[in-house]
């Protein structure tokens, strides 16, 4: 299964402080491991929102809002796409990354094309 491994913002990734080399190191390691494991398929950092942009559509009206968004903690930092057997081995790599100091990860497993049966139209 694949599955997206979501960081989430926060006031520091927001305010565009980079991680610490000290951090950025250790995460160099931990994405090592993954891509010689095979799981690591994809993996980004996000700018802070006020460097994005969001389009709201309401019937046939496009609106474009503008970075920054208040709610920091609906925002995402970053992510990886790993490709793992199930969401139980999701959770043990995750656990070995080198965050602390509260730092929240969510896991969603991707949706595949068998998911959507015979509606699904290639």
Do not use: Y
Request: hydrophobic share 40%; proline share 4%; with cysteine.
């Amino acid at each position: 299964m694949r599955c997206m491994v979501i960081v989430k913002a926060d006031k520091v990734s927001e305010a565009g402080v980079m991680p610490s080399h000290k951090l950025l190191e250790e995460m160099g390691k931990f994405n090592e491991e993954l891509a010689k494991a095979g799981v690591l398929l994809a993996m980004e950092g996000l700018q802070p929102s006020s460097k994005g942009k969001r389009v709201k559509f309401s019937g046939t009206n496009r609106t474009v809002i503008d970075g920054p968004f208040t709610e920091t903690k609906e925002l995402i930092g970053g992510f990886w796409l790993w490709q793992v057997r199930s969401m139980d081995e999701a959770i043990e790599w995750l656990r070995r990354a080198p965050f602390d100091g509260g730092t929240e990860i969510e896991i969603r497993q991707v949706f595949e094309t068998e998911d959507f049966g015979a509606d699904f139209t290639p």
